[in-house]
């Protein structure tokens, strides 16, 4: 039953946009076998119909093109730490795959769903330790019975990323439900976002609640609401989730009269440190935001708009008009470019000080739709 | 394009054809059950697994049986599935009473804001699909179970969407959802069992037929009800007439599913339609509308000619102005006897009469005012509205969602359509107040204005669509990015609809909404 649909809302806006671009431009030019160059920056992303793009950022333009197997979907990637293997759940979140950039080969394979009547499916929830020698996944399972369905508990599931084409998990633990997004902590933590943003000890499967999200009771705000499922490796190594609330003006605690705001969550994969705050007035939806590399005071959204604000003055200070609608926003090493990402197959590149647009790359094939690129130096 | 596959599918099966059925016999209807549901389910002492625990609308049938086949293998033909359906919906469907007030689900109103006490009910069911989708089924406990496992198994994100992510959604849905639903939609009840237990409805002869669509106008005639091949099978003849004088007319079969759901598949003046009918003691209400384009429907109400069943459904038109005269149309069944116009109207001549319809010539004063009883003989239950003057317009419906659709999608465009409806003063002579009432549907000049500042920036009026200023039928644009707008949006908008009704120099305005919507992707028999 592996093929059965999955449906919910994530599937049908990506198959919706993959009708709309399919066809536009040709996918995978013959460069596969080309290697990528050390010391250079470059961007991949994954897109329809089951492409993972390499766009070097010097000359800002598509540096290969890697054939994907199997179904598209999500195509959220993760970069290994040897900035050459790279990682994507893909085939309609039922797959996590690794990819030798430098010649397209595929060299990991782990099938979310273990046995033949299971089907699980990870939500966007997968990353590569610090030292690149394991893959963590949380998997929902379902089994499928013969007349009825039963889900099964969340497992986080450790992989050894040498295991091959035929992996199978090496440890499993308990995960709570609804779990999406994690990172890799360098002191080899991962933190894992759900109903709490949770450090996982990936050898006991021991978990604690490093920001509380649910769990989050402030008598001044409402509950949080976070919806984010793009794991972006940061140059400043920030985890960051944007969540939104609102602020009550008094004890009454009235929605009515309560200002809503937009905040982040953030972890730092290199000091272990936290921090939970509002940033701004919530005006406007965003899909992904991110620290500047290059001010810890500014941090930019995006989805309709690329916007800045000074966090300090929680304050939006600039935004810039966009052709279309982008989901997810990158940033090269230095901090002085913005990539947008997602959606249809261009990528906008704008002046991280300025939000001006300076540049575009479009890429051979359609939608890169809810997918996660990552930016790194080989 | 897993997707496109299943909306395709459901989309052809968007209702319960009748076309080339063959008479299901009972013992072949069991044989080809068994042989094909057993397969994977299970057959013990207490029915079959699962199949025997459910309750449910003949649409509701459909789509678990298309389902088995969109997602599960099931191989079984057209002619098998109609069959199965008809056999599990006659034995295992609901009382009319249990349907009340989610009928809209099965007369495709899609239109439809629900409203539903239960705010647990709304955001763990009716975010996704119609809560009527779930209010017409009935299940003991263990089966809404099974149901909730079947949610989050096949659709993984639930838990993960709004609504869904802020709380224990699958805990919430066992322990709270289950023992409400298994204690509000039993598999067992009372009016099921008086239901099964009741003579069957009386469905052959001639029924007077009245009814409105929306953006052309009312309508009556009789619709002929013979014996069809076949147990609850049927072939119909209807012959009427258009409010504005041309005729109409229409044949086709239609089937009856557990004792009363009337599916109607006729063709109308070279148009195939669809009738979804609820009959019950010598009355059919319910919904017509085009095969193909099903926003475009007609409220529809019929009175069977039988002993003891007199009945006024309509009277076309609705409403007089005070002092005037005109033709009017008495519509129902058994019309036999002396005609009762309201006081302040008088009959001036009978044109034609007969037992279904009474055309009579009257003229009002000037002092005739408000909604009144109109009768014939012992048939009661229409009404005229007498009014001196418009007082308000009313846009209806108040809001409505047009998709774009087309443009090479695999979707069709779904109109928005409206009436104008005047309302009178009543007597303190003040609108907006609680004697208001309404005269009736009334010619109006329709246009599109931007609903709020979104709208005016994004040039909705330009790209969303067309009002066709004389029948309030608005059309929506092409589906898919149009790089010519802003941020190369679809043809999305939300537009104010506005209706301008003259009254001597005066023109009187009325406002509704349309939101023209991305496609429905995923369009099933219940919403």
Known sequence: MKKTMIGGALRRSAAALACLAAGVLPAAAANEARPLEPGSEYLMVANYPNNLNVVDLASESVYKTCPLPDAFGPGTTQIAPDRRTAYILNNRFGTIYGIDLDTCRLTFRAEMSQGDNERAKSIASFTVSADGKEVYAVQNPTTIHRDHYRVGAPRFAVYDTRAGLEAKPV??????????????????????????????????????????????????????????????????????????????????????????????LNVNLKSGETEAREFGPLTEIYFTGLRSPKDRNIVYGLLHRLTKYDIAQQKLVQAAELDHTYYTVLSNQAGSRLYLTGTFNDISIHDADTLAKVGQVKLPGGDMSLGTGQVFVR | MKIRTLATAMGSMAALGVVLAAPPAHASAEALIRAKCLPCHTETEDGISRISHQRKTPEGWLMSVARMQIVHGLKITDEERRTVVKHLADRQGLAPSETTGVRYAMERRLNTVEAFESEKFTKMCARCHSGARVMLQRRPAAEWEHLVHFHLGQFPTTEYQALGRDRDWFGIALKEMV????????????????????????????????????????????????????????????????????????????????????????????????????????????????????????????????????????????????????????????????????????LVGTVKRSATEVVVRVQSDAAARGVHAVAVGKASGGSLALYDSIAAVKVSPAFAVARIGGNGTPTAKVEARFDAEAWAAGADGKAGTEDDFRIGVVPAKWSVEPFDEAAVRDQDVEFAGLMDAASGVFVPGDAGPNPVRRMSASNVGNLKVVAEVAQGGERLRGEGQVIVAPPRWNNPPLP
Request: net charge neutral; glycine share 12%.
């Open chain 1, 171 to 264: 440890r499993v633990f308990p995960a709570p439900r609804q779990a999406n997004i994690m990172q890799a902590g360098e002191d080899g933590s991962v933190y894992l976002a759900g109903p709490n943003l949770y450090k996982v000890d990936v050898n006991t499967g021991a978990m604690t609640v490093a920001l509380p999200i649910r769990d989050w009771q402030r008598s001044t705000h409402a509950p949080l609401d976070v919806l984010y499922i793009w794991p972006v490796q940061t140059p400043t190594r920030d985890f960051t989730i944007l969540y939104t609330t609102a602020k009550y003006q008094d004890d009454k605690q009235d929605m009515a009269t309560a200002e809503y705001q937009y905040g982040y």
């Open chain 2, 179 to 346: 023992p409400e639903l298994a204690s509000k939609l039993p598999l067992q009840s009372e009016a099921w069992k008086q239901w099964q237990a009741r003579a069957p409805q009386t469905v052959k002869g001639e029924w007077s037929l009245s009814g409105h669509l929306t953006g052309r106008g009312g309508f009556s005639g009789v619709m002929k009800v013979t014996a069809g091949e076949g147990r609850d099978r049927y072939t119909l003849a209807f012959d009427g007439r258009w409010d504005d004088g041309r005729p109409m007319q229409g044949r086709g079969r239609a089937l009856i599913y557990t004792g009363y759901e009337w599916r109607g598949d006729l063709v109308v003046d070279g148009t195939p339609m669809r009738q979804v009918f609820a009959v019950e003691d010598g009355m059919m209400r319910g919904r017509m509308f085009l095969r193909d384009q099903d926003e475009v429907g007609a409220d529809v109400v019929a009175s069977l000619q039988q002993a003891g069943n007199s009945r006024v459904l309509a009277v076309h038109p609705a409403y007089l102005k005070a002092g005037e005269g005109a033709e009017l149309r008495i519509v129902g069944s058994g019309l036999a006897g002396e005609v009762t116009l309201p006081q302040g109207v008088k």
